[in-house]
């Protein structure tokens, strides 16, 4: 059975620290790949998406994410950490059904 | 530019009563579904479609029903309604294919006493 797996349900950073949210997949089949990001009070958008080819996506605001076939893996980056970016963010993956990590907290301080 | 639109956006319910969570979009996309949220749970998948007529039961389907009689509308129905059912729902649609990012309605915050 398909499913995602996020590591750290809260993750603190200091503003212009890295980001570095962890996600795993576990599937027979690779499955497409995507991080949300949820603000209080407000439904999913979503920052980034991997289905094929190149294994390094670019997402908006400045995130991005490596697809590691060999670790099942589809960690999330920022190389430098804003206030705005506080916010929850959820890993999911699509084989026949989108599946959501339970999601990380990611707080940013002054 | 409506996108996925959700009503209401809370609801207060007592224990045993029925509602209906609506759910409509624009978009013509052919997969649509239904999500709870909860805290440490992220979001977990209730029933969804694949398409008006079709319809199939996600992790938690239980205490909950879905139709589709159209491409663009797809309600959730509480047919007797818990306190365990106390939640934020989400509405989301996407074109057919699995590599599309799903759209997500604004959610409704329901609570049960």
């Known amino acids: 059975a398909q499913s995602v797996t996020q590591l750290g349900s809260h993750v603190s950073v200091s503003e212009g620290a890295l980001v570095l949210l962890r996600c795993n997949y576990s599937?027979?089949?690779?499955?497409?790949l995507f991080w949300y990001v949820q603000y209080p009070n407000q439904g999913l958008q979503l920052l980034l998406k991997?289905?094929?080819?190149?294994?390094l996506v670019k997402g908006i605001n400045g995130f991005e994410a490596e697809f590691k076939k060999s670790e099942t893996s589809f960690h999330l980056t920022k190389p430098s950490a804003h206030m705005s970016d506080a916010a929850e963010y959820f890993c999911a993956g699509n084989t026949d059904k989108l599946i959501f990590g339970t999601g990380t907290r990611l707080q940013v301080f002054p | 530019n409506a996108g996925v639109t959700q009503t209401p956006k809370f609801q207060v319910l007592k224990t045993g009563q029925s509602m209906t969570l609506q759910c409509a979009q624009d978009?013509?996309?052919?997969?649509m579904s239904w999500y709870r949220q909860d805290p440490g749970m992220g979001l977990r998948l209730i029933h969804y479609s694949v398409g008006a007529g079709i319809t199939d039961q996600g992790e938690v389907p239980n205490g909950y029903n879905v139709s589709r009689s159209t491409t663009e509308d797809f309600p959730l129905r509480l047919l007797s309604a818990a306190p365990s059912q106390t939640s934020v729902y989400f509405c989301a649609s996407r074109s057919g294919t699995g590599r599309s990012e799903a759209f997500f309605g604004q959610g409704t915050r329901l609570t049960v006493v």
């Open positions: 991997y289905t094929t080819g190149a294994t």
């Open positions: 978009m013509n996309h052919e997969y």
């Open positions: 599937s027979s089949v690779p499955p497409y």
